[in-house]
């Protein structure tokens, strides 16, 4: 085994050193993994696309699963954090008058925002975490770990604006919400051939209005037929 786990081999350029090396070998393996699942990347193959040695890998990250949920983590903070702070705002700013709609804005908008900057990290990301999300065997394992907190602060802030709801409706409503929200987010192409060019996936900014009003409009569709029931 090569004594200094940051050597490369002859004609492999590493694309950093420290920080920025570590960083390389994140974009690479999230790029890797956003269209090719767990099972279908390796580690050597995450290598060649930093441009690093495996032992570079197995140093900084350890095994595969291990390299994976680094992947899933770096980003996953970041936007748990925007999301907690746009939902906080949001209620200190209307104390008295929040909205269905206001609330799912800010729990969505922060990841709509980073999507529109054309980072094509972000938009590997969040490809990601649509194919993780739709994942049975460990998916929702994974899922549980990076995001629970953030959707138990959006129930619990969405509580406050139906105080009438059923909790186990929200947590429903989340569910349907979470695949509007991913399938939007992973931009598949699909709704560009479904309506001829008339919508494209990539245009975010048609989406944003489009669905807030969806997603608020089904949660208190479900939470009044319940109450009515």
């Known amino acids: 085994m090569n004594d200094n786990p940051g050597a490369t081999p002859r004609g492999r350029r590493p694309k950093g050193q420290g920080p920025d090396l570590r ?8 790029a890797l993994f956003c269209k090719h699942g767990f099972y279908g990347v390796t580690v050597r193959q995450v290598a060649a696309e930093a441009g690093v040695d495996t032992a570079l890998i ?61 980072d094509e990290g972000w938009k590997n990301y969040f490809r990601l975490v649509a194919l993780v999300n739709n994942t049975p065997a460990w998916g929702g394992e994974t899922m549980h770990r990076f995001f629970d907190p953030v959707v138990h602060r959006l129930v619990d802030t969405l509580k406050v604006v139906l105080p009438q709801a059923e909790i186990r409706d929200l947590y429903w409503c989340y569910q349907f919400l979470t695949g509007s929200m991913m399938l939007t987010l992973s931009e598949t192409g ?40």
């Open 23 to 30: 960083e390389a070998i994140l974009d690479a393996a999230e």
């Open 58 to 118: 197995h140093y900084y990250f350890g095994a595969k699963r291990e390299l994976f949920d680094s992947v899933f983590a770096r980003r996953a903070e970041v936007v748990n954090q925007a999301r907690l702070d746009a939902m906080a705002a949001y209620q200190a700013a209307h104390p008295d008058d929040m909205t269905v709609e206001g609330v799912i804005e800010a729990f969505i908008g922060p990841l709509l925002d980073r999507s529109m900057t054309n």
């Open 190 to 229: 699909r709704i560009d051939q479904l309506s001829e060019g008339l919508c494209r996936s990539s245009d975010l900014e048609a989406v944003r209005g489009r669905l807030y009003a969806w997603c608020a409009a089904g949660i208190q569709e479900v939470v009044g037929r319940k109450r009515s029931a």
